[in-house]
């Protein structure tokens, strides 16, 4: 259907557009041009959200516990036990919550830029609209540099590209045409079409637009994004197995002991009933890390700080080690891998061929032939020749900004030539040389450009100079220049000439020639393409996107870390092949895999394919989800990144999306997790580094604080059970508990948190980027650490229960204090056994006398622990508080030397690890 037709059909037509009044109800009825926007999740959600974690449930399970006890027994006082425990939970949400809207703030703060705006034909006058006010219908008026606001048909054309590598993820721009195309073509072949997202780059256009918001092809990529599901992070898992771990393990003990407790008890009152639930309480306490929660939010929160300091900016505070797990990372080429600048690279002219240094839009290199010597004499007339007249036949302008930075305008292949020519030194020769007259657009027919320029150094002598396809271009050309001469194009120079121009096709390089003529005095110059004849034909370049530094030496590192990285790319095979070995993610001459080879696969094949193809071309967003699912289907942990929304589904179906903040679309920053500030893939390798080390501290302050927790709970079922083996059964004859609920809740949130903390940021101690990934099944708590953690707990419970069977009377060693300073004393030995394990788990087999004063922060925790120890045992509000009295200088001693008992039963296991490991 002709543009005409379709500008009919919506009511509208190509000189005068809609009417206002028209528009306003068309407006009405469709509603704005915007994307369908993620409700934000309300305040109240966000907090309740904070509690939905077993180890809260846990918790306040025990705060009901405590609170029923506490109406049993009459009300007296406060509920000190409850009220201790609901503020432990509300502290814990509160931290949670603050640190996810400060990460939801650093996004909202990167999504904000100026509103984008169109021009439209409106009762046939031209207006500057909001975007999100276009309607189908409307004429859309297209210039060089504009964003195109909706879908539309084309209905005039002038040289017009459009940039469509966030929708296609083609890097060069596509020429667009008028003309109705003969059969349906997929998306990146659409010439008669533009699409929502992308941008002009050359030329001017006219449209009549056919679809917007969430009808446009970008919208159905985000609409994409609602039936993709998204999979929680190794880390959260793992802490979901261990609080349901930790609850079936506090279910059974409590249950177990409560039951054996009213077995063998003498329960004659309520009273005993109340101690009963207060054992179950004490339990629940000690067998959950209150402070894990919190000091796991402020653990990832810090390397959240951190990896925004590196221009990272993580959205949810899981992400961040989820990186570090990844054993496979998706990335997509343009604007990711390269630095999507357009390049001239090679040159190749009748005298040879040459080199040209640097890449960018910097104009800093220089040409070179074989052996990095300059080229002279006719080599380098003939090279300035193909770089001016490249410049001059385009539009694109070069410019340095204040800060330095060099940016075009146009269309960046045109641009490649102002910037190559600038290497050569000669460009402000040419613009005072010559002067534009006239110009013969390009155009698909063609195939070229070409125009006319006044030469002041030749008498004001009129030029036409071309610029195209160069197969095409030599088809016009019956001479070819030699040094300063011209000779004929016979077909020995024409063979020559094409098979340069295949040498650089094979380089996967694009390519394009330069001709030109000096006009005859009768020549009309507005004659037009009837003047592209006769040429003398020049040579031709060879251009590239280049690839980014920064990217090789990560993809360098990333393959030492044991890491894949895969090029998943709309490009050209040959062209991602190349890049992809430039790179260093294949070896040379690897083939890239396309998706129409994909689509030929089956199931089986698909997953062979993806096993062993690290490179892939001309895919769709539906193979980039497929090969995202298939490599995790293998057990890969799968890191996405890309900048376009045609990497936006699989951004959010990968186990951690990565998104470019500066080149990025916003439907693609709102599928990520994690989005790159700087859109430099190197932050990528230093956020696994970082994921990486925050897991291995992950794993040393789970290793303390469960090994500490593991002592309290052994300490208080040992106690109970053993009550009469170490005195506590000769206490007035009731059942009495070895550590009190408020005890435990203080070692836990006061003297452990500290140290825990200290630990989850210690600094890294070994090459974490010299190991290959942990696996996706590989848990953070494996069975040697469980035995660990069991072993320590339970010479901590016996350090504990023989203190307190020391100081009281009975038991296996005749004590003379009251049940209050034995417990006292009990209670301090076991902090104090716990500020000693802080050296044993730094490590699983390491001695803690290695590096042992590498963190500052970590001794500064265990003093202040050790000091609030002294304050709870020697307060008086304290001691009434928490059950404690005070104890002299020599029990300290005797409670330090037994307390100690652990770090020395660490070493020796260590040591025989070791040993084993050989």
Same mark, same amino acid.
């Given at each position: ?17 809609? %009417? ?37 449930? &846990? ?13 049993? =027994? ?63 219908? !409307? ?30 993820? =083609? ?9 109705? &195309?003969? !059969? ?48 929680? $992070? ?107 600048? +357009? ?58 900004? =204040? ?9 960046? $292949? ?75 194009? !016979? ?139 298939? &490599? ?74 469960? %090994? ?37 809740? #203080? ?11 200290? +630990? ?57 204090? %009251? ?39 970590? #001794? ?17 509000? &304290? ?24 770090? #020395? ?5 260590? #040591? ?7």
């Amino acid at each position: 259907m002709s543009g005409e037709a379709v500008a009919r059909a919506f009511g509208s037509n190509a000189e005068d557009g809609l %009417s206002g009044l028209e528009a306003a109800r068309l407006l009405a009825e469709f509603g704005p041009n915007e994307l369908r926007a993620v409700s934000p999740m309300p305040a109240w959600r966000r907090v309740f959200a904070q509690f939905r974690d077993p180890l809260v449930y &846990l918790l306040l399970g025990a705060i009901v516990v405590a609170l029923a006890a506490w109406l049993i =027994e009459g009300r007296e006082g406060l509920p000190v036990d409850a009220i201790v425990i609901a503020m432990v939970v509300v502290a814990n949400a509160v931290l949670g919550f603050v640190q996810e809207a400060r990460a939801a703030n650093a996004v909202a703060a990167l999504a904000r830029m100026t509103a984008v705006t169109s021009s439209v034909l409106r009762d046939g006058e031209r207006r500057r609209i909001p975007s999100a006010q276009l309607v189908p219908g !409307d004429v859309l008026l297209l210039e060089e540099g504009d964003a195109v606001g909706a879908d539309g048909r084309l209905l005039l054309s002038a040289s017009l590209r459009v940039q469509e590598a966030s929708l296609t993820g =083609e890097s060069e721009a596509v020429l667009k045409d008028a003309a109705a &195309l003969v !059969d349906p073509a997929p998306l990146a072949e659409r010439s008669c079409m533009v699409f929502k997202g992308t941008a002009v780059v050359q030329g001017t256009g006219r449209a009549v637009i056919t679809a917007t918001g969430m009808r446009t092809e970008m919208g159905a990529i985000a609409t994409m994004l609602d039936a993709t599901v998204e999979q929680p $992070t190794p880390l959260q898992k793992e802490v979901a197995l261990i609080g349901r771990t930790l609850g079936i393990a506090v279910a059974v003990v409590a249950v177990i002991v409560v039951a054996t407790v009213l077995l063998v008890s003498d329960i004659q009152s309520p009273s005993d009933v109340i101690t009963v639930l207060l054992l179950g309480v004490s339990l629940a306490v000690a067998a959950v890390p209150e402070g894990l929660p919190a000091i796991l939010s402020l653990v990832l929160a810090l390397g959240v700080q951190r990896m925004a300091r590196r221009n990272a900016i993580v959205k949810t505070l899981s992400s961040v080690e989820t990186l570090g797990s990844a054993s496979v990372i998706c990335s997509d080429k343009t604007g990711t891998l390269t630095r999507s600048e +357009m390049t001239i690279e090679r040159i190749m002219t009748a005298s040879g061929g040459s080199r040209v240094t640097g890449v960018g839009y910097a104009p800093l290199g220089h040409l070179e032939i074989e052996g990095g010597v300059a080229p002279e004499g006719a080599l380098r007339a003939e090279q300035i020749v193909v770089l001016s007249g490249g410049s001059l036949a385009g539009n694109a302008a070069l410019r340095q900004t =204040e800060d330095g930075a060099w940016e075009i305008q146009g269309d960046p $292949t045109e641009a490649a030539f102002l910037v190559a020519e600038r290497k050569l030194g000669v460009e402000d020769r040419r613009q005072r040389r010559f002067e534009r007259i006239g110009e013969i657009p390009f155009s698909s027919d063609r195939k070229m450009m070409s125009t006319i320029e006044l030469d002041h150094e030749h008498g004001g002598e009129r030029i036409l100079i071309s610029k195209g396809a160069p197969d095409v271009l030599m088809q016009h050309c019956n001479r070819i220049r030699i040094g300063m001469d011209v000779a004929p194009f !016979d077909e020995t120079k024409r063979a020559r000439a094409h098979a340069d121009v295949e040498r650089l096709s094979d380089e996967a390089l694009r390519t394009l020639a330069v001709a030109y003529r000096p006009l005859e005095a009768d020549e009309d110059p507005q004659s037009s393409e009837t003047l592209e004849h006769d040429l003398i034909f020049v040579g031709t370049v060879g251009i590239i996107d280049p690839p980014r530094e920064e990217a090789a030496v990560a993809i360098a590192l990333a393959r030492r870390a044991g890491i894949r990285v895969i090029m998943i790319t709309g490009d050209h095979p040959r062209t991602a092949a190349r890049i992809a070995a430039l790179l260093g993610i294949v070896e040379n001459g690897t083939k890239a895999l396309t998706g129409a080879e994909l689509d030929a696969m089956d199931d089986a094949g698909f997953a062979a394919a993806v096993r062993a193809t690290s490179v892939y071309a001309r895919v769709a967003p539906v193979h980039k989800l497929r090969i995202v699912d298939a &490599l995790q289907a293998d057990g890969n942990v799968v890191a996405m990144t890309g900048d376009g929304v045609n990497d936006a589904p699989a951004l959010k179906a990968a186990d951690i999306g990565v998104a470019m903040g500066i080149t990025g679309t916003e439907v693609t920053k709102e599928a990520a997790k994690m989005i790159l500030a700087d859109d430099n893939f190197a932050t990528i390798v230093e956020a696994v580094r970082e994921g990486r080390a925050i897991f291995d501290n992950i794993r040393k302050f789970l290793r303390y604080l469960l %090994s500490s927790n593991m002592g309290e709970v052994l300490t208080v079922f040992l106690g109970v059970v053993g009550a009469g083996v170490i005195g506590l059964g000769d206490v007035g004859g009731e059942l009495v508990l070895p550590l009190l609920a408020t005890q435990i809740l #203080w070692i836990n949130l006061i003297t452990d948190s500290g140290p825990a903390l200290a +630990m989850g940021i210690d600094p890294e101690r070994d090459d974490v980027m010299a190991r290959s990934p942990r696996k996706a099944n590989e848990r953070a708590i494996d069975a040697r650490m469980w035995r660990g953690v069991i072993a320590i707990g339970l010479v901590m419970a016996l350090a504990t229960l023989l203190t307190i069977d020391l100081y009281l009377p009975g038991g296996l060693i005749e004590g003379s204090q %009251s049940l209050d300073q034995a417990r006292t004393a009990g209670f301090t030995v076991l902090v104090l056994a716990q500020l000693f394990n802080c050296f044993n788990a730094r490590s699983e087999t390491t001695s803690a006398f290695r590096h042992l004063f590498t963190n500052r922060w970590l #001794w500064a925790a265990i003093g202040v622990s050790l000091l609030l120890q002294v304050v709870v045992v020697n307060f008086g509000p &304290l001691n009434v508080a928490f059950g404690t009295v005070p104890l002299p200088l020599e029990q300290w001693l005797v409670c330090v030397a037994i307390g100690s008992s652990v770090l #020395w039963f660490g070493e020796i296991r260590k #040591w025989v690890l070791r040993r084993w490991d050989r």
